[in-house]
T-cell receptor, first 116, second 114 residues
Framework: GENVEQHPSTLSVQEGDSAVIKCTYSDSASNYFPWYKQELGKRPQLIIDIRSNVGEKKDQRIAVTLNKTAKHFSLHITETQPEDSAVYFCAASTRGSGGSNYKLTFGKGTLLTVNP | ETGVTQSPTHLIKTRGQQVTLRCSSQSGHNTVSWYQQALGQGPQFIFQYYREEENGRGNFPPRFSGLQFPNYSSELNVNALELDDSALYLC?????????????FGAGSRLTVL
């Protein structure tokens, strides 16, 4: 099955700096790669996603890049702010058994701390 | 438009007991997935329901079961609870078709097994 590795597990930056989180996946059939932000005690919230037919996607201070050949994708946050502090999860989506359902396989998460 | 709601938010059970968790999907979403999130880990796929039938299952034993109702709401049932079942249980809904893997999560039900 799919395996998603995420690095680093913790990341501390100064306000205004950039943060980069990297993930690799194992199943070449994976075709959808979302990123979720989870604040302490709250639900995971989708912040950006990318499909396998696109190499890069940007939404204001957040961007995601995808390298299908190398099977890795990255989250880039520029001009970080204290409210960006949270756990970030990457995920890869594959069709499950039977071919009609979609499951997300998540990385273990990155705790991002933005220091004022 | 309402989001995904889950109940209860917290509960404590003892080993061997049974638990039922409930989820109401977001308006317009017909697919519900359940995930288990252990402390400090990413969510793990339990199963997905579509058209009231289980439509894919992760690596969880049969004592984890579920239902989906005609209004697309869903239940997760866990029998013979074990200590390792302590976790945050997340329900996520999604629309059908090409958006089926774009999940909207609920706030979760935190289960503690003593």
């Amino acid at each position: 099955g799919e395996n998603v590795e995420q690095h680093p597990s913790t990341l501390s930056v100064q306000e205004g700096d950039s943060a980069v989180i990297k993930c690799t996946y194992s199943d070449s059939a994976s075709n959808y790669f979302p990123w979720y932000k989870q604040e302490l005690g709250k639900r995971p919230q989708l912040i950006i996603d990318i499909r396998s037919n696109v190499g890069e996607k940007k939404d204001q201070r957040i961007a995601v890049t995808l390298n299908k050949t190398a099977k890795h994708f990255s989250l880039h946050i520029t001009e970080t702010q204290p409210e960006d502090s949270a756990v970030y999860f990457c995920a890869a989506s594959t069709r499950g058994s039977g071919g009609s359902n979609y499951k997300l396989t998540f990385g273990k998460g990155t705790l991002l701390t933005v220091n004022p | 438009e309402t989001g995904v709601t889950q109940s209860p938010t917290h509960l404590i059970k003892t080993r061997g007991q049974q638990v039922t968790l409930r989820c109401s999907s977001q308006s317009g979403h017909n697919t519900v997935s359940w995930y288990q999130q252990a402390l400090g880990q990413g969510p793990q796929f339990i199963f997905q329901y579509y058209r009231e039938e289980e439509n894919g299952r992760g690596n969880f034993p049969p004592r984890f079961s579920g239902l989906q109702f005609p209004n697309y709401s869903s239940e997760l049932n866990v029998n013979a609870l074990e200590l390792d079942d302590s976790a945050l249980y997340l329900c996520a809904s999604s629309p059908g078709g090409s958006g089926a893997n774009v999940l909207t999560f609920g706030a979760g039900s935190r289960l503690t097994v003593l």
